[in-house]
């Protein structure tokens, strides 16, 4: 079982990316689907997260508003789209499935977790 994070990169302050998450070796439909974040010395930081049928949304309070989190179950993939990208959002990202269907932002919630992709915002 495999999460694949993708799209991480150098980008401009106001600027904009758009993180992949491929699954494989199983199917995470019925998974709720997890974004995470983390700064060298700091603790892991919810960022986003999605039920399995993507009805229920939630994102940390200071991406609100510029992050969206989305999920195509056909593709096993989860996707986060990340616009007017602040200097505070470079982090390692890292995607993860939950082991239940619901969404939730507890990390101890999550079962599999991606290698993360590094997300570098210039001011």
């Known amino acids: 079982v495999q999460l694949q994070a993708s799209g991480g990169g150098l980008v401009q302050a106001g600027g904009s990316l758009r993180l992949s998450c491929a699954a494989s070796g199983r199917t995470f439909s019925n998974n709720g689907m997890g974004w995470f974040r983390q700064v060298p010395g700091k603790e892991r930081e919810f960022v986003a997260t999605?039920?399995?049928?993507?009805?229920?949304?939630y994102y940390g309070d200071s991406v609100k508003g510029r992050f969206t989190i989305s999920r195509d179950n056909a593709k096993n993939t989860v996707y986060l789209q990340m616009n007017s990208l602040k200097p505070e959002d470079t982090a390692v990202y890292y995607c993860a499935a939950s082991r239940g269907a619901s969404s939730t932002s507890r990390p101890s919630a999550y079962a599999y977790w991606g290698q993360g992709t590094q997300v570098t915002v210039s001011s």
């Open positions: 999605i039920s399995w049928g993507g009805g229920n949304l």
